[in-house]
């Protein structure tokens, strides 16, 4: 009964934005609640022939109510095919395509690495490590040339995925025997002894690549002052990394505070080169226009189509994403998966109301349609 109750309110909030001269531009979520519920109501059938009146077209109004005015993108294709140009002559990609021919090279890991959403900067200085490091080898394979990485950037923008495909690529292209282990500073700091545990990592990673995410964490103690668990393991690093001269470290973390961590020795310096920093830029509108429709895509969802709803859900949910881009801490293809669970929850909380209903059929569009744009005005305004 109280069900009931709630449908019938809503229906009354809508007949009453339905009234003429009726105002309420800042509240276009509850507008869309109470589509929500005029779907439920329909439910019920002799109810639904009584209050409404079926010559009324009020879905579409009430639908692009609930968004904002430049959110109405209309009749975008549902693929996103053409939403990112193809690489051009002097983009990396085509570089690498070039290389492979001309050098006889054979990468899937960068083959991978290229095919990534993105990140233009990053893939054209792992063609200049190829250029400059991979493809001209001493004769000797067991060569003893440092080749070590500061990954800098926000969450969420490829660091550690780039980082194992960079792992790999060394191997496919002979300049390292194994690939990466990876770790990060908290890992090594929460360790009941953190040398020892580092030490393991070492062995591990021998011949290989050690990736350490975060790890500006180290908070080592200034000279002078009593050595914590930070200054033991960024002197073993140090060493290491000039030592190890077939072995390849990777650091990742904030830009600013990777500045700082690398500021703690001079010898620093010399052992991660600013040529061999990687920097990790916000994807752009588009580029996460793609990476939520390929979220989707994955898990074997699906939106609602812009030819049924007028609006291409993923570019508008994208553009409400990027709107936190190019400040520290956006969480890029992290807030994507964020926002996917929301959607998640969206889902649950209509299907579950529908449930609720006698003789009401949930379909598999139902199920797999992930979003609708009935729903969207009730997921965070990030």
């Known amino acids: 009964m109280s069900i009931l109750i709630s449908i019938r309110c809503f229906y009354v909030k809508f007949r009453l934005h339905k009234r003429p001269g009726h105002k309420s531009p800042h509240n276009k979520s ?78 899937t890991a960068m083959d991978k690495l290229m095919s990534m959403i993105g990140l233009k900067t990053v893939k054209r200085k792992a063609i200049e490590l190829c250029s400059c490091v991979l493809l001209e080898p001493p004769k000797d394979l067991d060569t003893n040339t440092s080749c070590n990485f500061t990954f800098v950037g926000n969450p969420g923008s490829g660091k550690t995925t780039v980082a194992k495909l960079l792992g790999e690529a060394m191997v496919d292209l ?30 591990d990673a021998k011949d290989g690549t050690l990736f350490i995410d ?86 074997n969802y699906q939106l609602e189509s812009t030819a049924s709803c007028g609006v291409p859900i993923a570019k508008v949910l994208a553009k409400r994403i990027h709107r936190g881009a190019n400040k520290k801490g956006f969480g890029n293809g992290r807030e994507c998966a964020k926002v996917l669970d929301a959607c998640r929850q969206a889902q649950d909380a209509r299907l579950g109301l529908l449930k609720l209903q006698p003789d009401c059929e949930i379909s598999d569009y139902d199920y797999r349609t992930l979003l609708r744009i009935d729903t969207i005005g009730a997921l965070p305004r990030l």
């Open 30 to 107: 509850a507008k869309l609640l109470a589509l929500d519920a005029l779907q439920a109501f329909r439910c019920f059938t002799e109810m639904s022939k009584r209050w409404l009146d079926p010559r009324e077209n009020f879905d579409a109004e009430i639908r692009m109510q609930g968004l904002d005015e430049d959110e109405l993108l209309l009749f975008e294709p549902d693929d996103y095919a053409d939403l990112i140009p193809p690489p051009g002559p002097h983009d990396p990609e085509t570089t690498w395509s070039k290389m492979k021919g001309m050098y006889k090279l054979e990468s």
């Open 174 to 203: 002979k300049y390292r025997k194994n690939g990466l282990i990876e770790t990060s500073a908290e890992d090594i700091l929460g360790a009941s002894d953190a040398s020892k545990f580092f030490t393991k990592l070492l062995d």
């Open 214 to 299: 975060e790890a500006y964490l180290f908070q080592p103690a200034p000279r002078g002052s009593k050595q914590n668990d930070s200054n033991a393991v960024l002197n073993m690093l140090m060493k290491a990394s000039e030592t190890m001269k077939t072995t390849t470290f990777i650091l990742a973390g904030y830009k600013q505070e990777m500045g700082d961590l690398l500021g703690y020795n001079d010898g620093f310096a010399s052992r991660f080169p600013k040529k061999f920093t990687f920097e990790f830029e916000d994807y752009n509108e588009n580029e996460l226009t793609k990476i939520f429709h390929e979220l989707v895509c994955i898990r």
